[in-house]
C-alpha cells in the first residue's frame, strides 16, 4: 500500500537516524544489546534518503540550485563542526576518556565529513548532475564532464556511505519511474556489500559488517505513493536545521558528561 509521502518517509528517516545516533554517542552507558539494537535501525536511514535525493533531483526545477544547497549545507556543517568541537577543547579540555571511547570519529578527517550526510548526499547529487550532463551532450563537451566527475569519485573514500552510497543512488537514478527494477538494483547492491564484507571475515551483525540491514529500508520506500507533502518553507528546511542540531547537542551533552 503507498501511504507515504516524501516529507512522512523523512521523518521516519529522522526517528530511526536520532536513536541510531543517541546509540552512538551514549555508547559506554549502554548495553551490547541496546546498542547493536539501536545501530540496526539505524541501517535503514542512509537507503530512504538516497532514494528521497533522486526524487528530489527529478522533481525540482532548478536541479543546480538543489545541488548548490546541498553543497552550501554541506560545508556549513563542516565549519560548524570545527567550530564546536575547537570550543569544547577549549573550554573542556581535549578529553582523554572522550576521544579512548571512540568518539574522535566526530572529529576525524575534515572536522564533520565522519559524520556529515550533506557532504555525501552533496557528492552525489553532483555526480547525477553529470550523468545526466553527459548523456545530453557531444563528445567534445564531455572531458569538462570528466574532470569535474573524477574528482568527485575519489571524495567516495572518504564520505558518508562510500561507494556503496554512490552505486545505491545510481540504481534509483537510472531505473527512476520504473520501481521493481529500482528495488531489485538496490536490494543487488546491498547483496554484494554484504558479501564483500563477508569475503573480508567480518561479522555480519557488528560494525560495518551490518550495513546488510539497509535491505530493510525496502519495505518504507515501497510505501512511498509520489507525493512530496507540505510545501512550506519550514517542511523544507527542517532536515537542513534539525540534522546539524541533533548532532552538535548530542555532542556536547558527550562532552560534558565525559568531563564531569
Same mark, same amino acid.
Given at each position: @500500500?503507498?501511504?507515504?509521502?516524501?516529507?512522512?518517509?523523512?521523518?521516519?528517516?529522522?526517528?530511526? @537516524?536520532?536513536v541510531?545516533?543517541?546509540?552512538?554517542?551514549?555508547q559506554?552507558?549502554?548495553?551490547e %544489546?541496546?546498542?547493536?539494537?539501536?545501530?540496526?535501525?539505524?541501517?535503514?536511514?542512509?537507503?530512504?534518503?538516497?532514494?528521497?535525493?533522486?526524487?528530489?533531483?527529478f522533481? %525540482?526545477?532548478?536541479?543546480g540550485?538543489?545541488v548548490?544547497?546541498?553543497?552550501?549545507?554541506?560545508?556549513?556543517m563542516?565549519?560548524?563542526?570545527?567550530? !564546536?568541537i575547537?570550543?569544547?577543547?577549549?573550554?573542556?579540555?581535549?578529553?582523554?576518556?572522550f576521544?579512548?571511547q571512540?568518539?574522535? $570519529?566526530?572529529?576525524?578527517?575534515?572536522?564533520?565529513v565522519?559524520?556529515?550526510?550533506?557532504?555525501?548526499?552533496?557528492?552525489i547529487?553532483?555526480? !547525477?548532475?553529470?550523468? %545526466?550532463?553527459?548523456?545530453? %551532450?557531444?563528445?567534445?563537451?564531455?572531458?569538462?564532464?570528466?574532470?569535474?566527475?573524477?574528482?568527485?569519485?575519489?571524495?567516495?573514500?572518504?564520505? $558518508?556511505?562510500?561507494?556503496?552510497?554512490?552505486?545505491?543512488?545510481?540504481?534509483?537514478?537510472?531505473?527512476?519511474?520504473?520501481?521493481?527494477?529500482?528495488y531489485?538494483a538496490?536490494?543487488?547492491?546491498?547483496?554484494?556489500?554484504?558479501?564483500?564484507?563477508?569475503? !573480508?571475515?567480518?561479522?555480519?551483525?557488528?560494525?560495518?559488517?551490518y550495513?546488510?540491514? @539497509?535491505?530493510?529500508?525496502?519495505?518504507l520506500?515501497?510505501?512511498?505513493?509520489?507525493?512530496r507533502?507540505?510545501?512550506?518553507?519550514?517542511?523544507?528546511?527542517?532536515?537542513?536545521?534539525?540534522?546539524?542540531?541533533?548532532?552538535?547537542? !548530542?555532542y556536547?551533552?558527550?562532552?560534558?558528561?565525559l568531563?564531569?
Open positions: @500500500m503507498k501511504k507515504f509521502n516524501a516529507f512522512q518517509l523523512k521523518i521516519i528517516a529522522v526517528v530511526l @537516524m536520532v541510531d545516533h543517541v546509540a552512538e554517542f551514549a559506554p552507558a549502554l548495553s %544489546t541496546a546498542y547493536y539494537a539501536m545501530r540496526y535501525a539505524g541501517r535503514l536511514v542512509f537507503p530512504i534518503f538516497l532514494f528521497l535525493l533522486v526524487e528530489s533531483f522533481n %525540482t526545477s532548478h536541479q540550485r538543489y548548490q544547497r546541498l553543497w552550501i549545507w554541506a560545508l556549513g563542516m565549519a560548524g563542526s570545527y567550530a !564546536l575547537r570550543l569544547c577543547d577549549s573550554l573542556l579540555g581535549r578529553t582523554d576518556a576521544y579512548a571512540g568518539y574522535v $570519529e566526530f572529529d576525524r578527517l575534515f572536522y564533520g565522519g559524520n556529515n550526510i550533506f557532504l555525501s548526499l552533496a557528492c547529487a553532483t555526480v !547525477l548532475v553529470c550523468v %545526466t550532463a553527459w548523456k545530453n %551532450t557531444q563528445s567534445k563537451s564531455r572531458w569538462r564532464i570528466f574532470c569535474t566527475l573524477a574528482p568527485l569519485l575519489v571524495a567516495f573514500f572518504v564520505v $558518508e556511505g562510500r561507494y556503496p552510497g554512490l552505486y545505491m543512488a545510481l540504481a534509483f537514478f537510472i531505473w527512476h519511474g520504473k520501481p521493481v527494477r529500482q531489485f538496490f536490494a543487488c547492491v546491498v547483496a554484494i556489500t554484504a558479501l564483500i564484507h563477508v569475503g !573480508l571475515g567480518e561479522n555480519m551483525f557488528v560494525a560495518d559488517g550495513n546488510w540491514m @539497509m535491505v530493510f529500508a525496502l519495505p520506500i515501497m510505501m512511498y505513493n509520489g507525493e507533502g507540505p510545501h512550506t518553507k519550514s517542511a523544507k528546511y527542517f532536515f537542513y536545521i534539525f540534522y546539524p542540531a541533533h548532532l552538535w547537542i !548530542l556536547i551533552i558527550a562532552r560534558v558528561a568531563w564531569r
